[in-house]
């Protein structure tokens, strides 16, 4: 029985039901891990995470089970072992599990056990529990093999414990979450290795899928809760840890410790990932977006300039007769600093013949919100037409605490396909905007330097829908709504409990109207990156008509 064995974890991007294109990544991987016993690869990456309700297709599950037997049978060829994750039938159930490849054929498969049905995860929809997993052997080393959500409760490493394993693998697709890198070293992942005494490799898969992306930042820790190994995260990589056995049992040796991005780089990484990833699977050329002069859509065009590079952004400003020549003069600057194309394409005509085709049925009222709207919605058609015309992606600008709140034109300024910014309330696209000001995100592809020019950043919000509008007239300072909104979304306190907090009754009776009131506008806004906990839709899953309101 050997007493070192080498492992490479596989942190790899993944192409959901690119089974084949999948399982090739897997052979390469395995090729370049020459010298390991075992290569090892996150969860479903044979047929990609999550699969939803893609998993149900009958023909999806025959193609997995097809693709397995061909990698088994690839595994009798000089290489190590390989623990790939995929789907199982087994007496008619379906199973998210995990198969060992060794010498040419299957050599053992284990299910997951606790399934997540929580926020973004609906497993149990899809998938049965599979038993109390025993471990595999490789080499002679009994290796416990938990995926994903099984180490998040003790059960089942403790029963691997207790059923010999010496060590632990454990397979993830683990969506990001602002502050989750703690939570899954420190609050999950240390607690399984301190109650066991046993070693645990956590990997973690890496890539964007529609509003999920996962951060990878993959990692071992050993049985005294020492971190032994952190890889970097928002990139793929392929890592060869070396184990050694001691009087104590397995032990990894200390290898690359790399430094996680901190807040609010995470964030931004997050976006541009989740951006790239969208853009290049739904095969587009590139996005094109309206540059206004504001923060919002700044802060989209260089996430975009950073996820694709310059030469496939298209920046347009569309100016109405309430443009000031201050938003002209710094959306031009931005897309200059950024390096992307800019067009300047007027709405005045648009604009004037809509209100003349209303003007017999608007006869007798009073110019309101619709006409401001009008704006917004030609503004929408105007970038549709240019999307429908030459091929980029349109992208939407608005924020969470716009589209908390219904500050936003549906069929307008919410139209599009995908929403960098969606799950980023307004604070925090000022401070990644700032933060992109002082520093380039290591995954980026943009310019160095001041990208937002410092004057975007310091004027107030406004649609500049009216004469002198601000987004203060609408609403309270962000410095005020965006508490107000976390304390409603993420947390789900009452009006009485924000009271509590300090914040004025009649404001947040407001707010809460207001959040969900737009909830219809929410359901029909397009996809976007989840960053916080409740994002809107996979997460904060509210009915559209309802009367209850807390206070």
């Known amino acids: 029985m050997p007493d070192t064995l080498k492992i490479t974890l596989a942190q790899l991007n993944q192409s959901v039901g690119d089974i084949a294109g999948n399982a090739q990544g897997v052979l390469a991987a395995r090729e370049r891990a020459r010298g390991s016993d075992l290569v090892v690869f996150p969860e479903l990456h044979l047929i990609g995470y999550p699969p939803e309700d893609l998993i149900l297709k009958p023909s999806l599950i025959e193609r997995a089970a097809a693709e397995l037997q061909n990698l088994a049978r690839a595994s009798a060829s000089d290489g190590p072992a390989m623990l790939v994750g995929s789907v199982f039938v087994l007496d008619g159930a379906l199973h998210n599990g995990v198969a060992l490849l060794d010498q040419g054929k299957v050599a053992a498969v284990r299910l997951k056990h606790e399934l997540p049905n929580y926020g973004t995860f609906d497993e149990m929809r899809l998938f049965q529990p599979g038993p109390l997993p025993e471990p595999v052997v490789l080499r002679g080393t009994m290796i416990g093999v938990p995926i994903c959500e099984d180490i998040w409760r003790p059960e089942v490493c403790r029963h691997l414990a207790d059923f010999g394993a010496e060590m632990f693998v454990c397979i993830n697709g683990s969506p990001y979450e602002i502050n989750k890198d703690a939570l899954r070293i420190e609050g999950v992942a240390k607690r399984r290795a301190v109650d066991t005494g046993l070693p645990l490799a956590y990997l973690n898969r890496v890539g964007g899928q529609d509003e999920l992306v996962f951060d990878g930042a993959s990692f071992v820790v050993n049985g005294d809760g020492a971190l032994a190994v952190q890889m970097r995260d928002w990139e793929e990589q392929e890592v060869q840890t070396s184990w050694t056995k001691t009087a104590q049992g397995w032990r990894c040796d200390r290898g690359e410790l790399h430094t996680l991005a901190d807040h609010p780089e995470d964030i931004y990484c997050a976006m541009v990932l989740a951006l790239r990833d969208y853009v290049d699977r739904n095969g587009f050329p590139g996005v094109v977006l309206g540059l206004s002069g504001g923060i919002d859509s700044a802060a989209c065009a260089a996430i975009a300039v950073d996820a694709l590079g310059p030469d496939r952004v298209w920046a347009v400003m569309l100016p109405s007769r309430f443009t000031s020549q201050e938003s002209l003069d710094d959306a031009r600057a931005c897309a200059e600093a950024l390096g992307c194309r800019y067009t300047v394409m007027p709405i005045a005509p648009a604009v004037t013949g809509m209100e003349a085709m209303l003007a017999e049925s608007f006869a007798g009222t009073n110019r309101d919100l619709t006409e401001e709207n009008l704006q917004s919605r030609i503004r929408g058609l105007g970038l549709m037409a240019l999307s429908n015309k030459f091929g980029p992606m349109l992208m939407t600008t608005g924020n969470k605490s716009e589209m908390s709140v219904g500050y936003a034109t549906i069929y307008g300024d919410m139209a599009g396909g995908y929403n960098p910014l969606k799950d980023a309330y307004k604070m925090t696209v000022f401070a990644i905007s700032r933060w992109r000001n002082r520093a380039r995100p290591r995954i980026g592809l943009g310019p160095g330097g001041v990208v937002i020019p410092e004057n975007i950043l310091a004027k107030p919000p406004t649609a500049e829908l009216r004469e002198n509008q601000k987004d203060a007239d609408s609403l309270p300072p962000y410095e005020v709504l965006d508490p107000i909104l976390l304390g409603l979304v993420e947390h789900d306190k009452s009006v009485e409990q924000l009271v509590t907090e300090g914040f004025e009754r ?30 809107f839709g996979r997460d904060r899953r509210y009915p559209i008509t309802h009367a209850f309101r807390s206070g």
């Open 506 to 535: 009649e404001t947040v009776q407001r707010i809460e109207r207001l959040l969900h009131l737009a909830e219809y506008k929410r359901r029909q806004a397009p996809p976007g990156v989840k960053l916080t906990a409740r994002n």
